[in-house]
């Protein structure tokens, strides 16, 4: 064991690291995450896939702005590099980088007995209580194969084993303990982030406030894109964003109300003439004017349904036409393109013409400044499912967050309920992010407490060091009739 801890010590020397995350075998040398490089926070195409594999709990901090390169995205955590590829097939968009391959010399594979109920991949037996978090991770979908059998070391009092893109580690000798990712971001990260040549900055993308996140999730937010702008209000009085293919805005009193504009007009791709009803295969024909209208592609047709239907895209204003390599058809609000060289599940994509809208109708009002935390700007409520449970029930609490100026609800926000037992004790339970309507729900376990009990719970959102508290407290009895 002790080779491997020098091997990442030495890999954390060159990195310029000045403390190191594994030294040659001492008690005091467990493995930890490091302290961040820099905060940063992540990246709006990167939200739903780092949720899905633990959030922060998991995977920790994002350590700096996404970096995109060739069209593929990347951001570091402290415990991985996250991928996105919108060229490959919808299954392979998102992956982890192979860091462990770089960062771990691949030791021998030992001759292990069988072990009956074993999760084994390629000779090496996944670690039993490592299972359930590299099944979240799709063992080795995003995990990777093995690069190590588990091994126990006495001197640091942990359980290791490393894989191509992610390395967990856990107590030996506490079993409450739960399992942690080693670092590979962060090594990583102390190589590559942050780095430029002269004067130049990183190529790195600025992540903007979504007030929109709520409705582009229905619509679906391949389709958006990336967002390009802050939001902003219009001469018109609307709120507006670009994204990458569609420009999105919704009046200032109701945000829900969405619309999209018409983005190929007006970033130039006019409405075409009508045409007649084609009796091909594979076409779809829009009457607009009596007997004439457009033709469009089913694969199109497809697209549109899965992606709010007409009502977003609105009707055709163009026959399908070559645009450089692809094949284009545009619709009131976006373009969609056809890439026959890709993959065929990857072969349909909007057009990224957001791009040209901004440069031709840069924002004439000044970007909005992000809503800002506080007890001022936010409301909390908190409800309880019965006023009054028996010792034998569970209770359920649900939270609602609002802004307090207009009582539009913020999604995506997490927050931490303490209840206070008679005797003293605190049981502490966890909501998770709050939905599009910025509620969230908890359940309670049966408490045992004489009957009349009144119990006071405080419900906090989680928010960053410094940032002054928002909570909410209420009680609930505990009452047998």
């Known amino acids: 064991m002790c080779w491997i801890k020098k091997l990442i010590t030495v890999l954390l020397i060159l990195a310029g690291i000045g403390s190191v995350l594994l030294t040659a075998c001492s008690p005091e040398s467990q493995i930890k995450p490091t302290p961040t490089l820099a905060g940063a926070e ?83 037996v996944v670690y039993s209580k490592f299972v359930d978090l590299y099944e979240i991770f799709d063992m080795t979908r995003y995990a990777g194969n093995p690069l190590s059998q588990p091994m126990a070391d006495a001197d640091t009092g942990q359980i290791i084993q490393y894989f191509e893109n992610v390395g967990f580690y856990t107590s030996l000798s506490d079993p409450k303990d739960s399992v942690h990712l080693i670092p590979y971001g962060q090594i990583d990260c102390v190589k590559h982030c942050q780095k430029s040549t002269g004067t130049a900055k990183p190529l790195v993308q600025p992540v903007y406030d979504e007030p929109f996140l709520d409705s582009l999730n229905r619509i679906g937010l391949d389709l958006a894109g990336r967002p390009l702008s802050a939001y902003y209000r219009t001469s018109d009085g609307m709120i507006e964003q670009v994204y990458e293919n569609v420009v999105i805005d919704a009046p200032a009193a109701n945000l829900r109300l969405v619309s999209l504009r018409p983005l190929p007009d007006l970033a130039g791709f006019p409405p075409g003439p009508l045409a007649v009803k084609n009796p091909a295969n594979g076409l779809v024909f829009i009457p607009l004017d009596h007997n004439l209208g457009h033709n469009v592609a089913q694969v199109f047709e497809q697209y549109i349904a899965n992606h709010g239907g007409g009502t977003f895209a609105g009707p055709p204003t163009s026959e399908m036409f070559t645009q450089g390599s692809l094949y284009r058809q545009c619709f009131t ?37 992000a809503l800002t935390l506080s007890p001022e700007t936010v409301q909390l409520q908190s409800a309880e499912k019965k006023t009054a449970i028996t010792m034998a029930e569970k209770q359920v609490i649900t939270l609602t967050v609002l802004q307090r100026q207009d009582q539009s609800p913020l999604p995506n926000l997490t927050a931490t309920l303490t209840i206070t037992l008679p005797d003293g004790q605190i049981l502490s339970y966890s909501f998770g992010a709050t939905d599009s309507q910025g509620i969230s729900q908890v359940t309670i376990e049966p408490i045992a407490a004489a009957n009349g009990t009144i119990i006071p719970y405080e419900v906090c959102l989680n928010l960053s060091a410094g940032t002054p508290p928002i909570c909410t407290t209420d009680t609930f009895a505990i009452w047998t009739p």
């Open 42 to 124: 992540v990246d709006p195409a990167f939200r739903e896939f780092y949720n899905r594999l633990g959030g922060q709990v998991v995977l920790g901090l994002a350590l700096q702005p996404a970096d995109e390169k060739d069209g593929i995205l990347s951001q570091y955590t402290e415990g991985g590099l996250m991928i996105y590829n919108p060229k490959l097939l919808d299954v392979q968009k998102y992956s982890l980088a192979p860091l462990g391959v770089s960062l771990i010399i691949q030791p021998k594979k030992s001759d292990l007995p069988s072990q009956e109920g074993a999760v084994v991949i390629n000779g090496y």
């Open 333 to 369: 609000n976006y373009c969609l393109d056809y890439d026959p060289s890709l993959p065929v599940d990857a072969r349909i994509h909007p057009s990224a013409l957001g791009k040209i809208y901004l440069q031709n109708n840069p924002p004439n009002q000044p970007a909005i400044k």
